[in-house]
């Protein structure tokens, strides 16, 4: 990763105060919260260690790159004074905000965010879950990177009015289809329908080996002379 020259200057100093910063864009609200004491500001927005209304951060938790069939992910916890501030974190319409996870370093002596903290992880809020134990009451957020769409299939999507009405909204061109069983081809490798070809009427078939000859003209018969057996009848 490229860090700016002042944030690497800040981390090779002995002890360098680092900090995460998370961010996330409810419908209603943002949540911007920093792990430790104090406050940082982050292009113009303020994070705080202790928000009076949502709680305290907890976390990130350790991540790292998806492989095979993951896509890179991250999970943090806030830790709610209230049952108000948990229902207004775990508000079902937030799932897909965009979130936000930020790393860098304070400056000892003015107590202010070295320029320029490193935007390290971008995604989407996908779960809020409630967890309760005793003396402790947190939201644990489940966020997932856009890589993660790669992982959409296909399956469940029928040529039936349901699926059709989920993607064309209001379209009702398969109202009344029932029982399709056509066979859709995808791509070019996708099977095709067997063409069936039949003439009546026309030129006899000569595949007997009698070349361009045309003894149905010759006996008057036209084409609907048949000498597949070689004799004419």
């Keep these: 990763m490229s860090l700016s020259p002042g944030l ?3 981390l090779q100093a ?11 864009l409810y419908p209603t609200f943002a949540l ?6 104090g406050a940082v500001t982050i292009n113009s927005n303020t994070f705080l260690g202790l928000d009076p209304t949502y709680g305290v951060l907890v976390g990130p938790d350790p991540w790292q790159d998806g492989i095979s069939a993951e896509a890179p992910h991250m999970t943090f916890q806030v830790q709610a004074p209230s049952n108000t501030a948990v229902a207004m974190l775990c508000n079902p319409a937030a799932q897909g905000a965009a979130v936000s996870l930020w790393f860098g370093a304070v400056d000892r002596v003015t107590g202010l965010a ?18 309760v ?9 489940d966020c997932e990177s ?14 039936d009015h349901a699926t059709h009405l989920a993607i064309w909204p209001g379209e009702l ?12 081809p995808w791509g070019s490798d996708g099977p095709r329908p067997v063409v069936v070809h039949d003439v009546i009427g026309g030129t006899p078939d000569f ?8 003894p149905g003209a010759f006996l008057g018969w036209g084409g609907l002379a048949n000498f597949r057996n070689g004799f004419g009848f």
């Excluded at 061109?173 to 859709?184: C, D, K, P, S």
């Design 133 to 141: 134990d005793r003396g402790l009451r947190s939201v644990k957020m």
């Design 14 to 24: 002995d002890s360098p105060l680092i900090f995460f910063a998370v961010e996330v």
């Design 32 to 37: 911007r919260l920093v792990d430790g004491a």
């Design 173 to 184: 061109g398969l109202e009344f289809v029932t029982q399709v069983q056509a066979q859709i």
């Design 114 to 131: 070295v320029a320029s903290p490193y935007l390290l992880w971008t995604g989407d809020l996908d779960t809020m879950t409630l967890q």
């Design 8 to 10: 690497a200057t800040a």
């Design 146 to 159: 856009a890589w993660d769409r790669f992982f959409d299939t296909d399956e469940g999507i029928l040529l």
């Design 207 to 214: 595949s007997n080996g009698l070349g361009g000859y045309n």
